[in-house]
T-cell receptor, first 115, second 110 residues
């Protein structure tokens, strides 16, 4: 089966611009998560979807970040306007069940560089 | 929230050597996973191991949940094993949110 797919793999934008990251989860996985690793620090949780509903967005850093999952399939994460501190690697993950019952499968990540 | 500590923070090995990476966590967990982030940034799932022992080729992992630690063993290391190894847990209080440790940076020299 195809794994979690993220697009683009790399993005370089200027401060103040907008970027949209896309994630396609494994088919049949209702749970979709966004995580990020900035400035070489630990990987941090951003938010969790179950189908199209946001279950937990407590990790979203501020209102410049907007995540959507229309139709409960793929998800997008928009950063508008981007700031320098947003640079890092953004990971998407999906799981069949809540993560305490089944493992999370991560995509290859999107490396975002804000200059 | 739960604290996840990994040791050592950095490790340099010669190809062929064995190593043990440790992950300590501060509370009971429902889920524990080990990941390898390779030099290209990809996050590879190595083990889903909330308890017990598993083996996959040259890698094996053991989690002793009652003592709140997990170990990742790498035998006969290869240069392709280089990268950052992360331990991540889901604690009982938040049954879906993975908390990651800071990782162990492994460098395997030829």
């Amino acid at each position: 089966e195809a794994g979690v797919t993220q697009f683009p793999s790399h993005s370089v934008i200027e401060k103040g611009q907008t970027v949209t990251l896309r994630c396609d989860p494994i088919s049949g996985h209702d749970n979709l998560y966004w995580y990020r690793r900035v400035m070489g620090k630990e990987i941090k949780f951003l938010l969790h979807f179950v189908k199209e509903s946001k279950q937990d967005e407590s990790g979203m850093p501020n209102n410049r970040f907007l995540a959507e999952r229309t139709g409960g399939t793929y998800s997008t994460l928009k950063v508008q306007p981007a700031e320098l501190e947003d640079s890092g690697v953004y990971f998407c993950a999906s799981s069949l069940d809540r993560s305490y019952n089944s493992p999370l499968h991560f995509g290859n990540g999107t490396r975002l560089t804000v200059t | 929230g739960i604290q996840v500590e990994q040791s050592p923070p950095d490790l340099i090995l010669q190809e062929g050597a064995n190593s043990t990476l440790r992950c300590n966590f501060s509370d009971s967990v429902n889920n524990l996973q080990w990941f390898h982030q390779n030099p290209w940034g990809q996050l590879i799932n190595l083990f889903y191991i909330p308890s017990g022992t598993k083996q996959n080729g040259r890698l094996s992992a053991t989690t002793v949940a009652t003592e709140r630690y997990s170990l990742l063993y790498i035998s006969s290391s290869q240069t392709t094993d280089s990268g950052v190894y992360f331990c991540a847990v889901v604690s009982g209080g938040s049954n879906y949110k993975l908390t990651f440790g800071k990782g162990t940076l492994l460098t395997v020299n030829p």
